[in-house]
């Protein structure tokens, strides 16, 4: 096992405790500074979150990605997988799961599965696939739960696509419809000039053609009526030191990268991350990106704890709220800080807050002060001074959520924190805007 995985999934399972997590935090801050009435509102403020709820439980209890798999023979399934994880995996064969036209697999590496796999190896494939063997297939896949139907085809080839699609449709119209598809369009570095495999050195004529088969797969599928999540192209060569008897691997013994010709794999991590059950996602990112999962973390802790400030500073009795909007700002660094592997006191979170206001603590204290005046114009239009102040806390919250994963995970220089808040406040109300 890795070292920092196992560092990691120990922070996540921590914080995923947020209760009591919460409870510790709380200790650490000034009984001057909130009551115990206010703690406990806070608390349940935190603990009622339906978003954070899911996150949550996400952290305890983070599980494989499963996938179905949809592509013919030669389709560069493995490959993938391989490509995803940066690992040269062990194809792991589970018990029948009840059709001969599908096999279960788990992707593994030294006792840790990355992934789950249904291989639908038979379908479009087989000239003799019929009804019974679809329904067989499709009880299969509605038992295994699946995050998504990754839709395989080849770069370079042209038949057989609409009878592949058409089978790729009759699979989810079976399963309920509700299995969200990614076509992924594979071995891209295969289209002319297929010598040049370099991914940062693909001629235009090359580009063009990925362009022209990704714009030509998406014509097919709307002809077919097949909606998409995404069409992705990519490619998964990789050439493996190790695999061979004279070859050495890597340290630990495991085949290791001789050369890289991944093209597109960080975009569909990314669309992946973004778009799987959060338990599958925070799986993804612990096996596949670790430097990259603590980030990902936060931004959702960030979003989550941008929305609560509003719903702090939505208080119709002004002043009440500064204290409680502190706390949660405050917690949200300390969150933030024990992700990259540091802990916050109170008192070092709170200073830090003053700093992330850009010009110091007057910039800081002027943005309270702008925020609880705005509650005045409740006494002529009842609602909208907290409507204001709303925004205002919240888009603070989103700023210095930014700013501190800029300053613990991306280890960006303090002094340039000041932009980052100021960026990060003009992001949030442009995402305003366009809601």
Do not use: C
Request: without cysteine; proline residues 3%.
């Amino acid at each position: 096992m890795n070292p920092k995985f196992d560092e990691m999934q120990k922070r996540l399972t921590h914080i995923g405790n947020l209760n009591h997590y919460i409870e510790d935090l709380m200790e650490k801050i000034p009984g001057n500074l909130v009551s115990d009435k206010q703690r406990k509102k806070l608390l349940e403020a935190i603990t009622d979150d339906d978003d954070l709820s899911v996150l949550l439980d996400g952290l305890k209890n983070p599980r494989p990605p499963r996938f179905v798999l949809v592509g013919r023979t030669g389709v560069g399934k493995s490959s993938l997988v391989n490509a995803m994880s940066g690992k040269y995996l062990a194809e792991v064969s589970d018990v029948e799961i009840g059709t001969k036209e599908a096999r279960k697999f788990t992707y593994e590496s030294d006792g840790q599965v990355y992934f789950e796999v249904i291989d639908t190896r038979g379908t479009g494939e087989s000239e003799t696939f019929d009804t019974n063997a679809e329904d067989e297939l499709a009880d299969v896949v509605r038992e295994f739960h699946p995050d998504a139907l990754l839709f395989l085809q080849k770069a370079t080839e042209r038949a057989h696509i609409d009878k592949d699609v058409m089978a790729a449709k009759n699979l989810m119209d079976k399963t309920g419809g509700e299995l969200p598809l990614v076509a992924i369009l594979t071995h891209i570095d295969e289209l002319n000039p297929s010598r040049i495999k370099e991914p940062d050195n693909y001629p235009a004529e090359k580009l063009s053609l990925i362009r022209e088969k990704t714009d030509q797969l998406a014509r097919i599928f709307g002809e077919h009526g097949v909606a998409t999540k995404a069409i992705l192209p990519v490619s998964s060569y990789i050439e493996w030191n190790g695999t061979g008897e004279e070859e050495e691997g890597s340290a630990d013994g495991n085949p290791s990268i001789a050369f890289d010709g991944r093209r597109g794999i960080e975009e569909l991590l990314d669309f992946l991350e973004e778009n799987l059950d959060v338990r599958a996602a925070i799986h993804l990112g612990l096996t596949v990106r670790l430097n990259r999962i603590a980030i990902r973390i936060s931004e959702r802790f960030i979003k989550i704890f941008s929305a609560l400030s509003a719903t702090v500073a939505l208080s119709p009795i002004i002043a009440t709220d500064i204290a409680v909007l502190l706390t949660l700002q405050s917690i949200l660094l300390m969150i933030i800080a024990y992700l990259s592997g540091r802990e916050l006191e109170f008192r070092t979170a709170r200073e830090l807050l003053v700093s992330l206001g850009g010009v110091g603590a007057t910039g800081f204290t002027l943005r309270m002060v702008a925020q609880q005046g705005s509650k005045f114009a409740n006494l002529f239009f009842p609602g909208a001074g907290s409507a204001i102040s709303a925004g205002i806390a919240s888009g603070g919250t989103y700023a210095i959520g930014k700013a501190a994963v800029a300053y613990y995970l991306r280890e960006v220089p303090e002094d340039q924190l000041g932009q980052i808040v100021k960026d990060a406040r003009r992001e949030f109300e442009e995402q305003q805007e366009e809601k």
